[in-house]
């Protein structure tokens, strides 16, 4: 069982805040459209949207990341192969190998070599399975269930598995989930929608990924546990 995090006390003029969680994300999204909004020459757009831009580079570094670093606790926690924990730390480690892998259209956007057979149906041309029109439809409900699942119900139904994110991780995630459920009920409801910056939100899953599979990876990890 992960142990939990102990959070640092915010001082305010009105008192002091000691929150539960990680405030990062909204540090972030207070930069990204309090300061980067209002940059000229269309910096912000290349952020938050941009094909093959900067922020879909750093969400394969994090993904990769967070793969080698998930690899590292297979490999520390290799004779609990049995255990739940070590199944679970596994099919993180696939997730996050085809996620990565994805990302830069399975290594497609390095090489540029592909599979001709997906390039033809897919939205982008491009060698990916998420670009394909059956996958596309569903790809913000995935992304919904996704940053609900590791940003509340791993933590909140199985707290014993080391695998899923600790709580103090919770809005690296949720805000994801957050932002795919009012996109996509802005259009079912036919009202105004609102911006597309997927990119720039997405961002966040990868960066909370990277940051929890690292702490286990480097220090508890390092102390295997029990068996589940």
């Known amino acids: 069982m992960a142990v939990e995090h102990q959070p640092r006390t915010i001082h305010t003029p009105w008192g002091s805040l000691t929150p539960a969680v990680d405030l990062a994300p909204l540090l972030y999204l207070r930069v990204l459209y309090g300061r980067v909004y209002f940059l000229p020459f269309g910096v912000f757009e290349a952020w938050t949207t941009g094909e093959d831009g900067p922020v879909e580079w750093l969400q394969f570094a994090a993904y990769a990341g967070a793969c080698v670093c998930s690899l590292r606790v297979l490999w520390l926690r290799r004779r609990q192969w049995r255990s739940l924990q070590w199944l679970a730390w596994l ?17 497609e956007r390095i090489h540029g070599w592909g599979v001709e057979a997906l390039r033809s149906v897919n939205a982008q041309k491009e060698t990916n399975i998420h670009n394909l029109p059956a996958v596309q439809n569903y790809l913000h409900v995935s992304f919904i269930a996704a940053g609900l699942f590791f940003g509340y119900g791993g933590w909140r139904w199985m707290p014993r598995i080391e695998a899923w994110p600790a709580r103090r991780f919770s809005l690296y995630f949720l805000f994801v989930a957050l932002f795919y459920t009012y ?35 480097f220090s508890a990890a390092l102390l295997p546990s029990k068996a589940a």
């Open 91 to 107: 099919l993180l480690t696939l997730f996050l190998f085809y996620v990565a892998s994805e990302e830069i259209s399975w290594g």
């Open 183 to 217: 996109f996509d009920l802005s259009w079912i409801s036919h009202a105004e929608r609102i911006r597309n910056d997927q990119e720039g939100i997405e961002l966040l899953m990868a960066v909370g990924l990277f940051l929890h599979t690292r702490h286990w990876a």
